[in-house]
């Protein structure tokens, strides 16, 4: 059983990874910058990981799920005035050329991304019946299990105890 939680795990933090770095690198395209690479999981060794060329970018994916980057063109001055004189695609707009606003939502994206995927894949692994909400008439709590244990309403503070 806990290989299979250790699978599940390393197979959702892939996911997380996923999320995090495409979400940057298709508003970071959006906004008109050029991405390069989007490296998901890291190796120990160079040449342990799986690389190949997309339709847009470059992609790499590693052995070891801790973490991913999103490298876009021009993200220094240095590497944006120095083109080497090849052009193969038409010039897009360096990264570091983009408003402030645009760079946050673009490195912003990722968290943001995460933060839903994961409140919706919660539900799935602990199960619907852990997020069901209770109606007004309900809203009784009864301990069991424990005998003599019994919930109070405090007058002082209008909240509850819990008394033997």
């Not at 690198?25 to 342990?48: D, H, M, N, P, S």
């Not at 973490?67 to 897009?92: I, V």
């Not at 946050?104 to 995927?117: H, R």
Request: one cysteine or more; glycine letters at 10%.
């Amino acid at each position: 059983m806990l290989a299979v939680w250790i699978t599940i795990s390393y197979v959702a933090l892939y996911v997380l990874l996923f999320a995090f770095s495409f979400t940057q690198a298709k508003v970071g395209q959006f906004f008109g910058a050029r991405v390069e690479r989007v490296t998901i999981g890291f190796t120990l060794f160079t040449g342990l990981g799986v690389k190949w060329k997309g339709s847009k970018w470059e992609w790499e994916f590693g052995f070891f799920p801790l973490g991913s980057s999103t490298k876009f063109w021009g993200s220094n001055d240095a590497e944006a005035s120095d083109s080497g004189g090849e052009t193969k695609e038409p010039p897009q707009e360096p990264f570091y050329r983009l408003s402030a606003i645009q760079k946050s939502l673009t490195i912003g994206s990722g968290p943001v991304a995460c933060l839903g995927l994961t409140l919706v894949l919660i539900p799935v692994f602990l199960g619907a019946d852990q997020l069901s909400f209770a109606s007004a008439s309900e809203s009784t709590i009864s301990p069991v299990g424990v005998n003599g244990l019994k919930l109070v309403e405090n007058p002082s503070t209008f909240e509850s105890q819990i008394e033997l």
